[in-house]
Every structure is written in structure tokens, then in C-alpha cells.
């Protein structure tokens, strides 16, 4: 006589993850072994199970990892200038130009258009900025000056992506997807990526683990914060009846991966549940600056750069690792002397008050803040007309960074005496790249991922760390 063994007559989460065939030897256990009530009764409580989340989170691709080289720079806020910012007009002065505003110029396309904007010289370090950025030139002693930097094509779309991904052609992990994928983050709750405004290919994460690439918000001033993150917040059904879900499927995706394969989709996607349900509270406080007290909000000025630029502090504090930010409108084929002035004045009081408000707080050491564009522009007028601007120039042009273990104070490499081209210390964009990794506690040539059985890196087989600007 054969004994009752209940085990036989159990259906478990196991039971779901087989092959056909196993599914037809098995048929015999009835239509029962299909039904999900049953298991998720037999979950754990919504307490243990939000324990169990935690010990994967703090484990798993996202958690924070300590960089492998010395490092101050634990976050980065990326203002990305798009459109390409005219260099003598902003960063570096060129006085020659007034000699030869008018005349053509050998070696040249056109004739020389000269700076409207006045040069003085700010701070300790007596550097030479704009009359446009009043407030930035206040803020020049926590700022390292790159002249001389330059890119390979200078056309919108494949500068673009270049510099948020290092590649203009083949679609690659972005700055930020690389810079997640090294450090993880110090926040399981929020994004460790998160972009404002930006396209989705200067968020991807190519061939990362899905996990890492950027979370796209599309935030401005005064928007309902119910409406900022789309999708976050379930409406049918309750907090600890979605937890009992996600743990479901993540129980039955392990399964699935033992007895059969792993889906690197299937993760990620369960992943963004998991990320999804965590937001509902903190995403929603992280970005509601009405809690923030009305001086600062004043500091940064009512503008949408303005909110953009006080979230992505508070996302800091809040431990994000990566934040990136679109302040564009750079492109002046025309009417640079009216135009870029206003687009300089939605940056310049907002950028100035994120660098005084994140000093202020002791965050500024850890925090690397970076302003710039694709591309510079040509020191002569905008083709046959010249209408008062200027045309693409990817041979030379400025960006700034500041924070996070950068030397305050200082000005790289130079242009020549007109500024169309880097001259002195010249950076090319993979330099660049390998300068905010070292900035981040990495070495560039070491960051990287195998895929299609080669070892990929953010700066392919080039860049050079610049030195220079490290404190």
C-alpha cells in the first residue's frame, strides 16, 4: 500500500517553468498546476518580500560600487548646450578678431566677424569671460576652462551622439550608461540615470544590460507632479497587491532561468517594474521644488532651466548617479549679437546658482558638473549673406566643468589667434571622455564591456586623460 506524499499534489511556481514536452508529461496533474492564486497565496507578506528586494537591490548591477582609482566625483550633472555655443563669444576671447572684423581672411571662408560682447576678467584667477554670463563669472574660481577642444564631424545629429556616446555611427552606451555601469548608485529607489529633456539616444544603453540606461523625464516648471513620470502609479489595485506581483514574477523568471535559460529582456523588464513601484513616493518628493524654501527657488530664477537645474541638485542629494540636463537653442546662423545673449541669460543664473547651492551644501566635492556643446562655431559670417552669425566649426570650441575634483581656476589649451581651430594642448572628444572617467575613479582603457566577442569602452582605442584640469 503506497503512502500519501502532499508534496506530489503541490503546485508550485516551478510547475509553470517547462518545455512542451514537459508540459505534456506533466498534463496529468490537472488544469490546477495554471493557476497563479494558489501561488501568490503562497507568498510571503508584503514586509519579508520588501526585505528580500532590498538584499537583491544592494547586490545586484545597480547597487553602489567604489570606484577603482581615487576619486572626489561621485555624481554628475551634464548641462548639455546643444547646438553648438560660439566660442569667441562665450569662453574665448579673441581680440584679433576686432582687427580683422570684415576682411577676408587666408585660410579661411569668409570674412572675419568679430566678438559684440565684451571680455573681463573674473575671480582670483582673473579669467577672461563674456559679458553674457555675469553670474557664471562669478563662479570661475570652482571652474576648469577647455579651450581647445575639438570633434571630428561637425554636423548636429553625429556630433551629437558622439559626445554622449563616443561613437557617431554605431549605436553605443551613452556617458551616463557607462558612468551606472562602473558605479552603480547610491539611491534604489530612484533611477541611478535620469534625463531632462534630452533624446534617447544620448540615454541608451546599446548593448549594457538594460538596467542602465537613462530614464527620460520630461520636466518643466509648474507641470502636475502626477504627469512628470508617466505610468509610475497603479490605479487598480494596491501598494502591497503590486508587490505581490512583481515578487511573482520575479520568483517565476528565476525559474524560468534555471530550468531553462536566462532572458536579459525578461530582467530588465521586470527590473522596471521593480523600479516603477519604488518611485511612487520618492520620485514624486524628489522632484516637487515647491518644498524647497523660496530664497533658493529665487536663486535659480523661474525659468524651466531653473526647476530643471534645482531638481537635478535635489536628485543628487537624494544620491543619483548620473543627471542630465538639456539647456539647447545654440544654433546662430543669424543674429548672434540679439540672440545669443538671451539664450546665454536662461543659463547663466541658474548654472551659477547650481554651483553656489551644491557648494554651499559640501556637495560641490563630489559632484562634477559639465556645460557644452557638440560643436563651436566659425569666427566669420554665416555664409554668402553674412547675416550676423556663424556656421558649424567642430575644429575648435569650449566647455567647463567644475566640482568633483576638478581644478578650480583654470584655463586649458588655447585656439589660434583668431579661435577657429585648437592649437595649444588640443582635446578631442575621446580625451574628454577618458577625462570624466579618471574624474570618476577610472581608467578608461579598463571600463569595459565585452559584446560580440570584442571588449568595448566608452573611448574606443583613443583618448588621452587631460591632466591639466585635475586637482
Not at 161 to 182: C, D, E, I, V
Not at 214 to 239: C, E, Q, W
Request: aromatic share 6%; net charge neutral.
Amino acid at each position: 500500500m503506497s503512502s500519501y506524499n502532499p508534496a506530489e499534489h503541490t503546485i508550485g511556481p516551478e510547475c509553470l517553468c517547462m518545455t512542451r514536452r514537459q508540459m505534456l508529461s506533466r498534463a496529468g496533474m490537472g488544469m490546477g498546476a495554471l493557476s497563479l492564486g494558489m501561488i501568490l497565496e503562497g507568498l510571503t507578506g508584503p514586509e519579508q518580500a520588501s526585505a528580500a528586494a532590498v538584499a537583491k537591490a544592494l547586490t545586484g548591477p545597480l547597487a553602489p560600487k567604489k570606484s577603482p582609482l581615487p576619486a572626489k566625483a561621485k555624481h554628475v550633472i551634464h548641462i548639455f548646450a546643444s547646438g553648438g555655443p560660439s566660442q569667441v563669444d562665450t569662453w574665448d576671447p579673441k581680440p584679433a578678431l576686432t582687427r580683422f572684423d570684415g576682411k577676408t581672411v587666408s585660410g579661411l571662408d569668409g570674412a572675419a566677424l568679430a566678438s559684440t560682447f565684451k571680455f573681463e576678467k573674473k575671480g582670483r584667477s582673473g579669467i577672461e569671460v563674456s559679458s553674457v554670463f555675469p553670474e557664471l563669472g562669478r563662479m570661475v574660481d570652482d571652474m576648469a576652462i577647455i579651450r581647445s577642444l575639438h570633434t571630428d564631424i561637425p554636423a548636429h545629429d553625429l556630433a551629437s551622439r558622439f559626445l554622449h556616446t563616443g561613437s557617431s555611427q554605431m549605436p553605443k552606451p551613452s556617458l551616463g550608461a557607462w558612468t551606472l555601469y562602473g558605479l552603480g548608485t547610491d539611491n534604489q529607489n530612484l533611477p541611478g540615470f535620469i534625463a531632462m529633456g534630452a533624446a534617447t539616444e544620448f540615454r541608451q544603453a546599446s548593448f549594457l544590460p538594460s538596467q542602465f540606461q537613462g530614464v527620460g523625464v520630461n520636466y518643466n516648471k509648474g507641470m502636475p507632479l502626477d504627469k512628470i513620470i508617466r505610468n509610475i502609479h497603479n490605479s487598480f489595485t494596491t501598494a502591497q497587491r503590486q508587490r505581490l506581483q512583481i515578487d511573482l514574477a520575479r520568483h517565476l523568471n528565476e525559474l524560468h532561468a534555471k530550468n531553462l535559460h536566462r532572458d536579459e529582456q525578461l530582467e530588465a523588464r521586470i527590473e522596471s517594474f521593480e523600479m516603477a513601484f519604488k518611485m511612487q513616493t520618492e520620485a514624486t518628493d524628489a522632484f516637487d521644488i515647491s518644498k524647497e524654501p523660496q530664497n533658493i527657488r529665487s536663486m535659480y530664477g523661474d525659468t524651466n532651466t531653473g526647476a530643471r537645474l534645482l531638481v537635478a541638485r535635489r536628485l543628487v542629494e537624494r544620491g543619483v548617479r548620473f543627471i542630465q540636463v538639456e539647456a539647447g537653442g545654440w544654433d546662430h546662423h543669424a543674429n548672434i549679437a540679439k540672440e545669443l545673449p538671451k539664450r546665454a541669460a536662461e543659463i547663466d543664473q541658474p548654472a551659477a546658482a547650481l554651483l553656489k547651492d551644491l557648494k554651499q551644501r559640501g556637495l560641490l566635492d563630489s559632484t562634477l558638473v559639465i556645460w557644452g556643446g557638440e560643436f563651436g562655431r566659425t569666427v566669420t559670417g554665416s555664409g554668402a549673406d553674412a547675416t550676423g552669425g556663424r556656421d558649424h566649426n567642430g575644429r575648435g570650441f569650449c566647455c567647463w566643468m567644475a566640482g568633483g575634483g576638478v581644478k578650480g581656476g583654470t584655463v586649458y589649451g588655447s585656439t589660434s589667434e583668431l579661435g577657429d581651430r585648437a592649437e595649444e594642448n588640443g582635446v578631442h572628444v575621446r580625451d574628454l571622455h577618458a577625462t570624466i572617467l579618471r574624474l570618476l575613479g577610472f581608467d578608461h582603457t579598463k571600463l569595459t564591456y565585452r559584446y560580440n566577442g570584442r571588449d568595448f569602452r566608452l573611448t574606443d582605442n583613443a583618448g588621452e586623460v587631460v591632466t591639466g584640469v585635475i586637482a
